[in-house]
């Protein structure tokens, strides 16, 4: 039973499950000796990752782009401008949870963290990524509104496809946040932008940059930052020198992502942490 409710409920607590075996069995065991029954079989308490939230209509979403895109030739993914906003401050506690679970379940559904998206941030990175290397970036530290956001826009893909020396037949992933669906940015997108890369929402797995992102906040937290301005400061020249070995990986991982999404059956993936930046570069 011991093992049984450490594998089903593996958020439960050794101390809670020391009380349900005294509660339903009338069987009194340490805690320590709760713990160390579920060692012997391969349970181990680690560290949880936390688990997006993916509604089934995404679910089905997310496994429709996958079959028309998962043939792509890489040639096509050359040609995509992938574009996002990060958030970063200066300091974010972590949150950690241990729970139950054995040697390669880290992205099994029961050993997630539910999560959605909050605020409380200092500083938003609008910036748009290419196999050929990263685009101007925006810094914006207060809410954006429709006119704001098309000028980021302007800034950010019109100028980047000269930059990163995109042909003018390039193909665009527009940031699909709600914040976004605005008619006049619709407009701007539909006139400047006619190739589109549309995407499902609740999908950062699909949008390499994304995984910039990490790069970026690894990169600021290494170093001493102590204002919004010297945050801005860091963030400005992290993403300037970030070089095409890195953007080019991170594109060519694409065919990568659809096939984990095809196994996870629509599902999150292991795109969706971070820290598989790491492993991506090693």
């Excluded at 006119?147 to 003018?168: F, G, P, R």
């Amino acid at each position: 039973m011991l093992v049984r409710s450490a594998t089903n409920k593996p958020m439960t607590s050794a101390p809670n499950i020391t009380n349900e075996l005294l509660s339903s069995c009338n069987v009194s065991m340490s805690v320590q000796t709760v713990r160390n029954i579920p060692h012997s079989t391969g349970l181990k308490a680690r560290t949880s990752r936390k688990k997006p939230y993916i509604s089934e209509i995404n679910r089905i979403r997310r496994l429709e782009l996958v079959r028309k895109c998962k043939n792509k030739p890489m040639d096509f993914w050359k040609k995509v401008i992938f574009s996002d906003e990060g958030r970063f401050e200066i300091f974010t506690p972590p949150s950690i949870r241990e729970i139950w679970r054995k040697n390669k379940t880290l992205l099994e559904l029961k050993n997630k963290l539910p999560t959605l998206k909050h605020g409380g941030v200092n500083v938003m990175v609008c910036g748009c990524v290419a196999r050929n290397g990263a685009s101007n970036s925006a810094l914006i530290d207060s809410k954006m509104n429709a006119l704001a956001y098309i000028d980021v826009l302007q800034h950010n893909v019109l100028d980047s496809d000269k930059k990163l020396s995109m042909e003018k037949t390039f193909i665009f992933q527009p940031d699909n946040g709600l914040k976004h669906t605005a008619i006049v940015i619709k407009t701007w997108v539909f006139y400047h932008a006619p190739r589109r890369l549309e995407t499902p929402t609740q999908s950062p797995d699909f949008n390499p940059i994304e995984n910039l992102w990490m790069h970026l906040d690894t990169e600021v937290r290494e170093k001493n930052v102590t204002s919004k301005d010297n945050l801005k400061e860091k963030l400005q020249k992290v993403w300037n020198s970030s070089n095409i070995e890195i953007t080019k990986k991170l594109i060519e991982s694409m065919p990568r992502r659809f096939e984990a999404v095809i196994k996870a059956n629509g599902l999150f993936t292991k795109y969706w942490n971070f820290i598989t930046l790491l492993h991506m570069f090693c």
